[in-house]
T-cell receptor
Framework: NAGVMQNPRHLVRRRGQEARLRCSPM?????VYWYRQLPEEGLKFMVY????????ESGMPKERFSAEFPKEGPSILRIQQVVRGDSAAYFC????????????FGPGTRLTVT | SQKIEQNSEALNIQEGKTATLTCNYT??????LQWYRQDPGRGPVFLLL?????KEKRKERLKVTFDTTLKQSLFHITASQPADSATYLC??????????FGAGTRLFVKA
């Protein structure tokens, strides 16, 4: 039973480029959460999605960031025109139902903007 | 806004001793608290959940307490081992779908 999968594990982008981070939730899970973690800081909630729906995006920056979770395929976190401040670890988590307290995390994608 | 505070200083203890980590929260009264373990370069792993009506929860060598008056949770690892060395995160859900995480406390267990 594969866990939450994220790819790529490491991503290097130049300022102004686009970054696409992918997350495949655990089998049977249809609820996905994205978090950002800066060094020495806690995980910051970004967005919660169900299949084909964004439920809560209160943690997402208003510009350049978007997320989707299509009917088929992985969830995508997209960052347009990246800046150095976007460098961080981005984690995806999934759960089997809403309000299920325990979240299962992927290994993260480490984004470096040069 | 809701906040979680964990001791930012690393905790260094000797193998076999009990490690105690503290989590304090403000501006909210969560119905439950969660504890996660995170190793370097990896995602957090769920350890324990304690509800507001539970004073204490145990799982093997782990014990969590929840004091809603003090707005505090304590996380204990008894008979600690070097393999317990990691960062431990406290978290709570704000009632919707948003989970707030503390910055974590790094634990080092020396053999």
């Amino acid at each position: 039973n594969a866990g939450v999968m994220q790819n790529p594990r490491h991503l290097v982008r130049r300022r102004g480029q686009e970054a696409r981070l992918r997350c495949s939730p655990m089998k049977g899970h249809s609820h996905v959460y994205w978090y950002r973690q800066l060094p020495e800081e806690g995980l910051k909630f970004m967005v919660y999605l169900q299949k084909e729906n964004i439920i809560d995006e209160s943690g997402m920056p208003k510009e350049r960031f978007s997320a989707e979770f299509p009917k088929e395929g992985p969830s995508i976190l997209r960052i347009q025109q990246v800046v150095r401040g976007d460098s961080a670890a981005y984690f995806c988590a999934s759960s089997p139902e809403p309000g299920f307290y325990e979240q299962y995390f992927g290994p993260g994608t480490r984004l470096t903007v040069t | 806004s809701q906040k979680i505070e964990q001791n930012s200083e690393a905790l260094n203890i000797q193998e076999g001793k009990t490690a105690t980590l503290t989590c304090n929260y403000t501006n909210y009264s969560p119905a439950y608290l969660q504890w996660y373990r995170q190793d370097p370069g990896r995602g957090p792993v769920f350890l324990l959940l304690i509800r507001e009506n539970e004073k204490e929860k145990r799982k093997e060598r782990l014990k969590v307490t929840f004091d809603t008056t003090l707005k505090q949770s304590l996380f204990h690892i008894t008979a600690s081992q070097p393999a317990d060395s990691a960062t431990y995160l406290c978290a709570f859900n704000t009632g919707g779908f948003k989970t707030i995480f503390g910055a974590g406390t790094r634990l080092f267990v020396k053999a």
